[in-house]
């Protein structure tokens, strides 16, 4: 399996999925924006095979239409799938996916199943990718559920939805690869050292993060393990993230649910 990530708007990512680097076939994740999928597409001689959708933003979902008008200028016969969430309206689906649906793209050496993780919206889905060959490792596409040292904001869910997605999240293997739809990962580690102060590895991993950005590089795909050290939303039950927010809040959170929310809603005002 092989995942490239293309920049597009201000801080997205929109990923692309091929079953190796030689293949050309292309299943494409969350195409806010159709013009830098359709360049890397021409650039690479890929083929379009499938649109993976995470959730209905605008900036997931705005380029879906056009990516599919030229490509099917160009393949009359061809159609390409559209999978997306069965709870939110999704231009283009052709497959409403539901928890526990999984698939295998026709040909493909590589096995799909879908997770439930509202909170962001109320119908948030996410994929976990498996090659059936080989002991590659498990790939997350996540959407803006879980980003690398932060989630995403509560625009539609509750903070217990939030919790029970992260926390199922979570679980996966920890060499899960954790391929998410935003940079944030710098802005993120400066709240993560408000939130968990006395976390080395926050410190450590936002030092190799400053070195990727200064090269113009991405700091992603991250991966479960590591999530679980530096993401706060992560380490709601940790004395160090409850001690910060005790001390922010003037009293300690009730349970984790609390802990997530009175986190979310720091985050959500954190100046630096």
Excluded at 150 to 178: D, I, Y
Excluded at 196 to 201: F, G, I, T, V
Excluded at 203 to 222: E, I, M, N, Y
Aim: with cysteine.
């Amino acid at each position: 399996m092989h995942t490239e990530a293309l920049a597009a708007f201000r801080d997205n990512y929109i990923w692309l999925i091929r079953p190796d680097a030689n293949d050309p076939r292309t299943l494409v994740v969350d195409p806010g924006d159709a013009a830098p999928v359709i360049g890397a597409l021409e650039r690479g001689g890929l083929e379009l095979r499938g649109i993976l959708v995470t959730h209905h933003h605008s900036d997931h979902v705005g380029g879906i239409r056009e990516l599919l008008q030229w490509w099917q200028a160009k393949h009359p016969a061809d159609e390409p799938p559209v999978w997306g969430p069965a709870a939110e309206a999704i231009p283009a689906r052709t497959q409403a996916m539901r928890q526990g649906d999984g698939f295998s793209p026709t040909g493909w050496p590589l096995r799909l199943e879908v997770l439930e993780v509202p909170g962001h919206t109320l119908g948030h889905i996410a994929y976990v990718a498996t090659a059936l060959q080989g002991e590659e490792p498990p790939s997350l596409f996540c959407g803006d559920t879980l980003f690398s040292a932060g989630c995403g904001r509560l625009f539609e869910g509750t903070p217990a939805q939030m919790h029970h997605s992260l926390n199922k999240l979570s679980q996966l293997p920890e060499n899960t690869t954790v391929n998410c739809a935003h940079e944030y990962t710098l802005s993120n580690l400066q709240f993560a050292r408000a939130a968990d102060p006395l976390n080395e590895a926050v410190v450590a991993h936002q030092k190799r993060c400053l070195a990727l950005r200064a090269k113009g590089l991405p700091t992603l795909p991250s991966h479960i393990g590591l999530e679980k050290q530096i993401n706060p939303f992560l380490r709601t039950d940790q004395p160090g993230v409850l001690q910060a927010l005790e001390q922010h809040k003037g009293q300690k959170p009730g349970d984790a649910v609390q802990a997530l929310a009175w986190l979310r809603e720091w985050k959500n005002d954190f100046k630096g």
